[in-house]
């Protein structure tokens, strides 16, 4: 800005321009900032206190934070639950929304109301999907049992046996694999180049040439995306547990947020439960930093190549 220039000139160009901006975006702003940023630095400061809600914080340090790691059987025991239901669930339900985006891919008659068919289910979900299947899952009346007693199998307890609680979860969490994964997938399988194809049917290869040196490959950042979803998604299972098993059998369903809720709204313990909150949030990250790590060796970014 020149000196010697009228004072009015400074609200010229760019700088109106972003004071604009600004005053359109100040609504997102003050929302974040109230509702975003303000509990998360309250949070971290929680964590690191003796606080109740009925009392004023206490600062203890990291003292929450060594107990967790080296006090408490229960932490470990909802970090293991989660991952068992994380490392299971992930790859079930991304193979089972492909499978199903590859079936709805093909050109054959009445297809879009399959894709119609499969992708209803997911529009039931929260307590409603969870009640459903609370009946599905009964092993005296149960609509599962009953199917498996006509073909002579004795089912088993399901929700109400340690073995099967958490497998059970994830067969519940299959349900929605025809939702917006199936979306996403079928989008990407409709944009790989046909002449691709067509290489592999003149070099005499069949349906799963194709579908591995192809079809793979050209999907494979959409694979890479959903396994970063899928693996946040399982860190917060939350609502199926809570109302369909309250964290049991012998706590065999006590996961890392259902465990988090009972300390801060059953215990009133909300430094400890902050603490908890922070510890997931930097599993979350480590874990999703591996994953960026591991996909530079099997992840295929077309615009690379060119």
Avoid: C
Wanted: proline content about 6%; cysteine-free.
């Amino acid at each position: 800005m020149n000196p010697h220039d009228p004072p009015y000139r400074f609200w010229t160009g760019r700088r109106k321009e972003g004071l604009l901006g600004y005053t359109f975006a100040s609504p997102w702003l003050l929302g974040f900032i109230v509702f975003g940023l303000y509990p998360m630095v309250m949070s971290l400061y929680y964590s690191m206190s003796r606080y109740d809600v009925l009392r004023i914080p206490e600062f203890i340090g990291v003292r929450n934070f060594s107990t967790l790691l080296f006090d408490d059987p229960y932490f470990w025991n909802a970090v293991w639950n989660t991952l068992f239901y994380t490392l299971l669930r992930t790859p079930l339900a991304i193979a089972g929304s492909l499978f199903i985006a590859v079936l709805v891919n093909n050109a054959v008659r009445g297809v879009r109301w399959f894709r119609t068919v499969y992708f209803l289910p997911s529009i039931v979900g929260g307590v409603v999907l969870s009640v459903l299947w609370l009946w599905i899952f009964n092993p005296e009346y149960g609509l599962l049992n009953a199917f498996l007693n006509l073909v002579g199998i004795k089912g088993p307890l399901w929700l109400q046996s340690p073995e099967w609680s958490k497998p059970s979860l994830v067969l519940m969490s299959l349900w929605s694999i025809g939702g917006g994964r199936m979306i996403v997938f079928l989008a990407a399988l409709q944009n790989v180049p046909p002449e691709l194809y067509e290489v592999v049917d003149l070099d005499g290869g069949g349906w799963w040439r194709k579908f591995y040196h192809v079809t793979l490959p050209m999907i494979s950042p959409v694979l890479f995306l959903w396994f970063i979803i899928e693996v946040i998604f399982g860190f917060q299972v939350f609502t199926e547990a809570y109302v369909m098993t309250k964290g049991g059998p012998l706590n065999s369903t006590m996961f890392y947020n259902l465990y988090l809720y009972y300390k801060a709204f059953d215990d009133f313990d909300m430094g400890y439960a902050s603490a908890l909150a922070w510890l997931l949030l930097l599993l979350s990250l480590v874990i999703t930093l591996a994953q960026f790590k591991i996909g530079r060796f099997w992840v295929y970014y077309e615009s690379e190549r060119k």
